[in-house]
């Protein structure tokens, strides 16, 4: 076995780790882990009219979005 | 009767007293109206997949109000609590109340998520907190609390950059910490198996170079980024000349990983990347568990700034106008009606009435006040409309001082810092200068730098993780095993160590040595007594002194029959007074039977009620609040082990002193405002005593939060508890006493640990001393050391209770 072998693997699976290292990282900071209970409580009552709730919600954004836009006038 | 529960809030009661509806071939039981209310409006939404959701869970029942609806859109509310998005939004944090289980947080979700101008929700489900974003222009913020409030929640708003977004904050950088250290850590673990397994095997220079070039990749970022607290905790250790834990967790790192370097370099002598990691991350992740249960201080701190009212009525030249609080000045005349809180400190000028000042004196007992008598700003105007002047502004009164020094005391905790760990403290320093000294020894003795300052780490080294990670660790580990068994809930392990140094312990009265509550002492029936009458009459108050005879009644009688009585009053501070079947009752103290006629024998040490049926004298009961179970035997325990123990009250003196004498107590301050509390428990800490503090109330927390140790009882105020180290849930005295007994031979099992870890060390060292450390000699030392630690520790369970 020579030396080359050993570091590749040893910095392949170092490098593989650390991707999930950043994930993680990434996921607290934004906010993915600050409710705790949500883990178990919230994914009991995950279904389709929940996704369809989602996808309300986003309407109403971008509704108001396009509300504002229209109702924006550029200052003269 | 068979019970049969509430189709929405599934409590059970008895079926002849429900609302009771058909809907198709189904039976529908409702115990109030409100209940009936929120179920329809489900119904009608098409949101009944709640009751699949909610199962066997119980609610409260809905109650419907909505007279104060108003307020949320004043202006001064709108200031405090809203804030405005980038995009022209509207955002306020709100605690909502009422929520019982998961299906209580998708409901108010789901709700929201279906009204108009509701831009964004979301709830958390552990402290039931939620942000909700929306368009002003379409829904006020009343608007959105009516909803809330309509499916038999409550809500309002609270100001998270008070707390809760540095405590948010603080979680999330522990967890990244954390997650950096873990890794680092498991990563290590199997390159050190190769690197052992190559170290007893043989293994090529070459590859050795490569696993230590590896280790040390994954080492750094531990030790920097994770590892960072501790190099901060070890400068202001520094700065103040203390030798803390962090000092040591971070020399000690620090050494190795300087060693290892070098050993990496010169390819000499073994590398130690693996317990420089192994240090940072067991500490690290024991650190963060003591942060975790400082957080929900800040919930409950909330919950006490959401429910203060923000605007006033004030009367000026006769008219009437709502203003904020904070553009009260002195002098300016205001309106109090029944029910609500103070937030301003005044003096009454018109009106008299009973008020609530549990929350500042801890009495449960109303207190009457009438003209040219001062009104504190916490406690809350029971049955009567009252003008005041105001004397104070609102950022000078009371209840906004007491707040703000909670805030103060939540988010640093001086005392504790400095006294715990001594003990590692001086080991560590005598650790330091044997190092200093060996390196002196070698440099002047054989003239080498190189080699001086290898042996030198090495002592540093072999001494430090074994002794320390687990010496005092283990043996709190299992004090508070053992403490939690008996209902004594320690909140950080250091708090053992610190218990069992303190030599004075401040205890407050009511609630914590006595029940809080009055109960019946004495009884005198003459004839025409009916306990039923005297049930139906105290059932209307909410009086402590009618509370207790509620109690008595219903534990000496078994036959009470329900009785419907007429122009039920209330007089004042005085008693009660009903008519039924032309029947004249009345039932207060002395005063109220003297003014109408009756001659009674008032004289008592204690609280007296009397009942009179037209106008003659048909029973009178005394009451007396009742000491706790044990609470002299308890006292009588402490004081045997040498503490001085102290009564602070906010009771007048007399009822002080014979609660006192009668528990065994000499030294007693009374009639005390929550912060003469704390003043009395900073005096005592500039005379040098380390201070435990008993207490229950909110008017205890200041000083809760001063004292070196604080004990709160398990039923007492939730501010108490948050800001307490220990917590008694039996919330009997005898545990105060079990928690010094345990805190001190918990104390005796860390220091018998050190001392068993140094004279390990008496041999590792010497021999490190000497230039003759290889890994063998350190593992041996070090699986040694803790072997013994962990069997010593466990010897804690052995302890013995008194009774």
């Known amino acids: 076995m020579s030396e080359s072998v050993i570091i590749l693997m040893i910095g392949v699976s170092t490098f593989l780790g650390a991707l999930g290292l950043i994930g993680l990282l990434w996921a607290v900071k934004s906010g993915q882990f600050d409710d705790e209970s949500k883990f178990i409580d919230a994914t009991r009552y995950d279904n389709e009219e929940d996704l369809r709730d989602a996808v309300m919600m986003d309407e109403k954004k971008r509704a108001r979005k396009e509300k504002k836009e229209r109702e924006y006038s550029p200052p003269d | ?803």
């Not at chain 2, 020399?251 to 693996?274: K, N």
């Open chain 2, 1 to 803: 009767m068979n019970q049969v529960p509430c189709t929405h809030c599934n409590l059970e009661f008895p079926k002849n007293v429900m609302i009771i509806e058909q809907d198709n071939d189904k039976e529908l039981f409702f115990c109030c109206k409100g209940c009936e209310g929120v179920y329809h409006l489900l119904n009608d939404q098409g949101l009944n997949s709640f009751y699949d959701k909610l199962g066997e869970n119980k609610l409260q029942p809905a109650s419907i109000n909505s007279d104060d609806l108003e307020k949320f859109d004043l202006e001064g509310f709108e200031k405090k609590y809203i804030t405005t998005t980038d995009d022209g939004l509207s955002q306020v944090n709100l605690i909502i109340e009422g929520i019982h289980c998961s299906a209580c947080v998708w409901l108010n979700e789901k709700v929201l998520h279906q009204t108009d101008g509701v831009i964004e929700t979301s709830i958390n489900y552990t402290n039931n907190k939620a942000k909700v974003i929306w368009d002003k222009d379409e829904i006020k913020l009343s608007g959105i609390i009516e909803i809330i409030r309509s499916i038999g929640y409550n809500a309002y708003p609270y100001d998270p950059r008070l707390q809760e977004d540095r405590a948010i904050k603080t979680r999330k950088n522990y967890y990244s910490r954390i997650l950096v250290a873990v890794f680092g850590a498991m990563n290590i673990m199997w390159l050190a198996v190769a690197h052992y397994a190559g170290y007893f095997g043989g293994m090529e220079q070459s590859f050795k170079n490569i696993i230590s070039v590896a280790q040390f990749v994954l080492a750094t970022p531990v030790l920097f980024y994770s590892g960072w607290i501790f190099f901060r905790g070890a400068y202001y250790g520094y700065k103040n000349n203390i030798v803390n834990m962090d000092t040591l967790v971070a020399s000690g790192a620090m050494s190795a990983y300087i060693y290892s370097i070098y050993a990496m370099i010169t390819q000499r002598g073994e590398v130690y990347f693996d317990s420089v990691v192994m240090i940072i991350t067991f500490v690290l992740v024991g650190k963060y568990l003591e942060v975790l249960s400082k957080k929900s201080a800040v919930d409950t701190l909330d919950t006490l700034m959401g429910s203060t009212p923000t605007e006033v009525t004030i009367v000026k030249d006769g008219i009437k106008s709502i203003v904020s609080t904070e553009n009260i000045i002195i002098d300016d005349i205001i309106e109090l009606k029944s029910g609500e809180k103070v937030v301003i400190d005044g003096e009454v000028i018109w009106g008299e009435g009973s008020f609530d000042e549990s929350s500042l004196s801890g009495e449960s007992e109303p207190i009457y006040k009438k003209s040219s008598d001062t009104i504190l700003s916490g406690s809350i105007c029971l049955d009567s409309i009252i003008h005041y002047k105001a004397t104070k502004d609102a950022s000078n009164s009371m209840l906004n001082s007491i707040v703000n020094l909670l805030e103060e005391s939540i988010t640093k905790k001086p005392k504790i810092e400095q006294l715990a760990n001594s003990i590692s403290g001086y080991f560590s320093t005598t650790i330091l200068v044997i190092a200093i000294l060996t390196f002196a020894g070698w440099y002047f003795g054989f003239g080498s730098f190189e080699e001086a300052l290898i042996v030198a780490i090495s002592v540093i080294v072999i001494a430090c993780p074994c002794a320390l990670g687990l010496a005092t660790p283990m043996a709190t580990l299992v004090g508070i095993g053992i403490s939690a068994k008996r209902g004594i809930l320690f909140k950080e392990a250091s708090f053992l160590e610190t218990m069992a140094k303190s030599d004075i312990l401040a205890i407050d009265k009511t609630g914590t040595l006595t029940e809080g509550k009055p109960s019946v002492v004495g009884v005198e029936i003459f004839e025409g007594f009916d306990h039923s009458l005297l049930y139906a009459l105290v059932d209307t108050s909410n009086h402590p002194i009618s509370k207790g005879i509620k109690e008595y009644i219903i534990s000496n009688y078994d036959d009470i029959s329900t009785m419907e009585l007429e122009n039920i009053k209330s007089i004042e501070a005085k008693g009660l007074s009903a008519s039924y079947q032309d029947k004249n009752i009345l039932a207060g103290n002395a005063q109220l039977l003297q003014s109408s006629g009756i001659e009674v024998d008032s004289n008592s040490d204690n609280s007296l009620l009397f009942l009179a049926i037209d106008n003659k004298l048909v029973a009178s009961f005394e009451l007396k609040d009742t000491l706790r179970d044990g609470a002299k035997e308890a006292i009588r325990d402490i004081k045997a082990l040498g503490i001085r123990v102290v009564m602070l009250t906010g009771d007048h003196k007399q009822s002080a002193d014979s609660i006192a004498k009668e528990v065994g107590i000499d030294e007693v301050y009374s009639k005390m405002l929550p912060q003469d509390k704390s003043n009395k428990i900073d005096q005592f800490h500039t005379e040098g005593h380390i201070v435990v503090m008993a207490g229950d109330g909110i008017n205890d927390a200041i000083a809760l939060s001063r004292a070196d140790i604080a004990i709160a009882m398990g039923g007492g105020a939730d501010i108490a508890i948050e800001v307490s180290d220990i917590v008694l849930l039996d919330e009997k005295p005898k545990s105060i006493y079990e928690s010094y007994i345990l805190s001190r031979r918990t104390y005796q099992a860390v220091k018998e640990n050190l001392a068993f870890s140094l004279l390990y060390n008496m041999v590792a060292v010497p021999l490190a001393v000497m230039g003759f450390v290889n890994p063998l000699i350190a593992a041996l030392s070090m699986s040694l050391s803790s072997l013994v630690v962990v069997g010593n520790s466990i010897r804690i369970k052995q302890i013995k209770f008194k009774g």
